[in-house]
């Protein structure tokens, strides 16, 4: 049974940086995608962030880029966001998803539809 449990969420002022972290377990092959999700009271989820794993092809959302940045440490099996010059628009219960399929990693890494596994979430809330 695959398991990703999110930590490192928080509450800081505009400005700072937070790193989520995710870990994995439990999938009996490599993910084709993992990505990072959010989403604020009222609103649609959104995707934040992905990386491709075999070849650690990036994508991120134009309302982060340049100031998030995802990365994979495979001997932790353990996924990570890091997020810098935080935005109180940036408050939001953050997922850590992962996705087995090639075809939909490659097609739309930043939409739900490829994403097989999702963990609990984690509160990232920025004030002003």
């Known amino acids: 049974q695959v398991q990703l449990v999110e930590s490192g969420g928080g509450s800081l002022q505009a400005g700072g940086s937070l790193r989520l972290s995710c870990a994995a377990s439990?999938?009996?092959?490599?993910?084709?995608?993992m990505g990072w999700f959010r989403q604020a009271p009222g609103k649609e989820r959104e995707g934040v962030a992905a990386?491709?794993?075999?070849?650690?092809?990036?994508y991120y959302a134009d309302s982060v880029k340049g100031r998030f940045s995802i990365s994979r440490d495979n001997a932790k099996n353990t996924l990570y966001l890091e997020m810098n010059s935080l935005k109180p628009e940036d408050t939001a219960m953050y997922y850590c998803?992962?996705?087995?399929?090639?075809?939909?990693?490659?097609?739309?890494?930043?939409?739900?539809?490829?994403?097989?596994?999702w963990g609990q979430g984690t509160q990232v809330t920025i004030s002003s």
């Open positions: 998803a992962l996705s087995l399929s090639l075809t939909g990693c490659t097609r739309a890494p930043l939409t739900d539809t490829p994403y097989n596994y």
């Open positions: 439990g999938y009996p092959y490599s993910a084709a995608c």
């Open positions: 990386i491709y794993t075999g070849l650690g092809t990036t």
